[in-house]
C-alpha cells in the first residue's frame, strides 16, 4: 500500500471516527438531560443575556451549536420562543460550541481506544437508560480523541507532498487576499460537512502535524464560524417567517463579525498571543519528530476569543439586528395558508426532547381545530339557512386533520427510531395516540353536517324538540372538548382528572335522548328520514364522547 493511500484512509477513517463521536457525544448527553433541557429551555426570558447563557450552557454540554441553533429555530417556529431569545441563544450557542477546542487541547488522544472500550460495555450491557447515555456519550468522548490521533497520523505524511506545499502557500494567510481566500475554504468546508466542531478538529489535526501554521488555521477557523449557519439555515426551510428570521440573524451576525475581525486581522492575533503568553509555532523535538506544543492551546483561544468578541459586542444591537431580519424576511399573509403544519420540522430529530415538545404543539393546535370544527358545525344548527363557506370549512379542516395525523405519526414513528429513552418513547406512543384520537373526532363532526345536510336536502328539518335536544348535547360535547384542550394546553392534570366524570354523564343524556325519541316514535309523530337521521347523529355524538373520553385518560396517566 503507498503512503498516499495510507495517508487518505487514515483521515478519512479519522474524521468518520471523529464525526460519529460527535454524534454519540450529543446524543448520549441530550439522553442524560432528557426533559431537563426542555424544561430548562421553556424557562428563557425575553433577557437577553440569559438567553445567552443558556445558548452556551446548552451547546456546551450537548457540545453541538448545530443542534443547538436547530433548536432555537424549531422552538420559534412552535411560537414557545420569540425572535429576540433565539437570537440571543444562537450567540451563546457560538461560545459554547468553542469549549469543544479546548477538549481537543486535553492530551489525552492515547487514551481514545480505552475510553471507547470501557464506555461500549456500559452502553451495550445497561438496562437503565441514564448509565446507557453516559456510556453513549464517553464512547462518542473517546472516538472524538481517537478519531482526532487518527487524522494526526494521517495529516503528517502532507508535508513530503509539494503539490500539498504548493496549496497550502497558495492559500496563506499572508497577506488580506490570503486571509480571505483561508476563511472562504473554511467556510464553504463546514457548510460541506455541517459540522463546525469536525473542521475544528481537521484543522487542528493539520496544525498539530505541522501542515498549516497559527495564522492559516486561524483564518480557517474564522470561515467556520461561517458555515455553521448553514445547519440553521437548512432547518428554516419550510418553517414559518420568524424562524426564517431567527436563521438569517445567526448568519448575519457571524458574517459581520468575520468581516470585522478579518480587517484587523493582525491586530486580532496579537491580542490572543498576548492572551495565551507562548508562541504558537513553537517547535520542538521529540524523538527525532517536530512537535508544536502551543498550537492546539492557541487555536483554542482563537476560536473563543472571536466568538466571546462577536457576542459581546452584538448584546447591544440584537434590537437593531431584529428589526434587520424583520426586513430582510417579510411576513407573508399567504404562507400560514398554504401551510397545514407550522410546528413540525423535521430535523428536529436531531433534538428528540424538543422534537417532542414540537409535536405537543401540533397536537394542541389539533385540537384547537377540533374546538373551531365544532363551534361552526353548532351555528349551522342554529341557523336556518346554511352557510355554504362555513359548510365547506368543515369539510376542508377534516381533510387537514388527516394530513395533520399523518405527518405526526411519521414524524414521531422517525424519532422513535432514533436512540432516545424509553421515557420519550412513552411521550412520543401517548402523542400518535393523540393525534388518532383527534383525527377520529373530525371524521364524526363531518358525519354530523352530513347528516343534518342530507335532511336539508330532502326538504325536512329538525322538529324544534329535536333541535334543542341537539344544540343541548352539543354544546355540553364542547364544554367537554373545550377544558380538555386547556388541560392538554397547560399540563393540566388535575382538572383533566375531574373533568372525567364527565364522560358518563354525556353517555346517560344521550341514552335520555335516544328513549325520548323511541317513546315520539311510538306514536308515530316522526318521518322516517328524521327518525334514522337522529339516531345516526346521537351514535356520532357518543363516538365523539368516546374518543374524547380517551383523550382524556391519556392527559390523566402523563407521568
Not at 29 to 42: E, K, T
Not at 56 to 84: C, D, E, H, R
Not at 438 to 463: A, C, P
Not at 487 to 512: G, N
Request: glycine share 6%; charged share 15%.
Amino acid at each position: 500500500m503507498t503512503l498516499f493511500t495510507e495517508m487518505i484512509f487514515s483521515i478519512i477513517g479519522g474524521l468518520g471516527v471523529f464525526l460519529l463521536g460527535m454524534k454519540n457525544m450529543s446524543d448520549g448527553l441530550q439522553g442524560v438531560a432528557g426533559d431537563g433541557l426542555r424544561n430548562f429551555i421553556s424557562k428563557l426570558t425575553t433577557n437577553r443575556f440569559l438567553s445567552i447563557f443558556v445558548g452556551f450552557i446548552i451547546t456546551a454540554f450537548i457540545q453541538s451549536s448545530s443542534v443547538t441553533t436547530v433548536m432555537a429555530v424549531g422552538l420559534v417556529n412552535s411560537g414557545l420562543m420569540t425572535l429576540t431569545q433565539s437570537i440571543g441563544v444562537t450567540l451563546g450557542a457560538n461560545i459554547g460550541t468553542t469549549v469543544t477546542g479546548w477538549i481537543l487541547v486535553l492530551k489525552i488522544g492515547k487514551y481514545g481506544l480505552p475510553i471507547l472500550g470501557l464506555s461500549a460495555f456500559f452502553y451495550l450491557f445497561s438496562k437503565k437508560d441514564k448509565v446507557k447515555f453516559w456510556g453513549m456519550a464517553l464512547m462518542g468522548l473517546g472516538m472524538v480523541f481517537f478519531g482526532l490521533q487518527l487524522m494526526k497520523s494521517g495529516f503528517k505524511p502532507l508535508k513530503e507532498f509539494p503539490q500539498f506545499e504548493q496549496i497550502i502557500l497558495s492559500f496563506s494567510a499572508g497577506s488580506l487576499l490570503g486571509i480571505i481566500k483561508c476563511a472562504l475554504v473554511g467556510c464553504i468546508l463546514t457548510m460541506i460537512v455541517q459540522s463546525s466542531s469536525a473542521m475544528m478538529g481537521i484543522t487542528m489535526g493539520l496544525a498539530l502535524a505541522g501542515s498549516l501554521n497559527f495564522t492559516t488555521a486561524s483564518a480557517l477557523i474564522l470561515g467556520q464560524n461561517i458555515g455553521t449557519t448553514i445547519t440553521a439555515n437548512l432547518a428554516s426551510i419550510g418553517t414559518n417567517t420568524t424562524a426564517k428570521r431567527a436563521a438569517r440573524a445567526h448568519l448575519i451576525f457571524n458574517i459581520v463579525g468575520v468581516v470585522v475581525v478579518i480587517l484587523i486581522f493582525p491586530l486580532f492575533l496579537s491580542f490572543v498571543k498576548t492572551i495565551i503568553c507562548c508562541n504558537p509555532d513553537l517547535i520542538t523535538v521529540i524523538n527525532g519528530e517536530n512537535s508544536y506544543p502551543n498550537i492546539l492551546k492557541s487555536l483554542a483561544t482563537v476560536h473563543t476569543t472571536f466568538n466571546i468578541i462577536t457576542a459581546v459586542v452584538f448584546i447591544p444591537f440584537i434590537p437593531l439586528l431584529e428589526k434587520m431580519v424583520c426586513k430582510l424576511v417579510p411576513e407573508k399573509k399567504e404562507e400560514a395558508a398554504e401551510n397545514y403544519l407550522t410546528y413540525i420540522n423535521n430535523r428536529m430529530i436531531e433534538a428528540p426532547a424538543i422534537a417532542i415538545e414540537q409535536s405537543r404543539s401540533e397536537i394542541t393546535h389539533a385540537s384547537n381545530e377540533i374546538l373551531e370544527m365544532m363551534n361552526k358545525l353548532q351555528s349551522i344548527f342554529i341557523n336556518i339557512k346554511i352557510d355554504d363557506a362555513i359548510v365547506n370549512n368543515i369539510f376542508k379542516t377534516e381533510e387537514k386533520m388527516d394530513i395533520i395525523q399523518k405527518e405526526i405519526l411519521s414524524f414521531l414513528t422517525r424519532l422513535m427510531g432514533q436512540n432516545i429513552s424509553t421515557h420519550l418513547v412513552y411521550i412520543a406512543r401517548r402523542q400518535i395516540r393523540l393525534a388518532e384520537e383527534y383525527e377520529s373526532i373530525s371524521d364524526y363532526v363531518v358525519r354530523i353536517l352530513k347528516i343534518h345536510l342530507r335532511l336539508l336536502k330532502d326538504g325536512q328539518k329538525w322538529s324544534e324538540d329535536k333541535t334543542t335536544s341537539i344544540i343541548s348535547l352539543h354544546n355540553k360535547i364542547s364544554e367537554y372538548l373545550d377544558v380538555m384542550h386547556h388541560s392538554l394546553q397547560i399540563h393540566d392534570r388535575e382538572t383533566a382528572c375531574k373533568m372525567h366524570i364527565e364522560s358518563p354523564q354525556i353517555v346517560h343524556l344521550i341514552k335520555d335522548f335516544r328513549n325520548e325519541h323511541l317513546e315520539r316514535l311510538s306514536k308515530g309523530a316522526i318521518s322516517p328520514l328524521e327518525s334514522t337521521s337522529y339516531t345516526d347523529l346521537l351514535t356520532c355524538y357518543r363516538k365523539i364522547n368516546d374518543h374524547a373520553f380517551n383523550i382524556m385518560e391519556v392527559i390523566c396517566l402523563e407521568k
